[in-house]
């Protein structure tokens, strides 16, 4: 999918939409960002550059999507909740998750960690 969205955006669900394609690179350039739904959708996309760009990111819901990559050696550190369930992810769990003080949901079953 393509998005131009405005800077300032701080909610975007596009959940259930039958969308294609990959994470388009000007979500890091929404320096606002708090809540990324996206989950349902057909997004094949590396998800490690996306969540290495949102500094402010504190939801981020992208199960049963075709979510590729791992995560990041560094998450977002006001991330709450992180659902990536049924995706093809790889890699092992980031030293840096110990550190999510606020995190109080973590969805990753069925990737390939």
Known sequence: F???LPPKIEVLDISHNLMEGDLPESLCGTTSLE???????A???SVTRFLECQENL???EGSNCQLTGSLPSTLPSKLEVLALANNTLTGTLPPSLGNLRKL???????NSM
Do not use: G, M
């Open 2 to 4: 393509s998005a131009n």
């Open 35 to 41: 809540s990324l739904a996206i989950s349902n959708n």
């Open 43 to 45: 997004i094949r996309s």
């Open 58 to 60: 504190k939801v981020f």
């Open 104 to 110: 109080i949901n973590l969805t990753l079953a069925s």
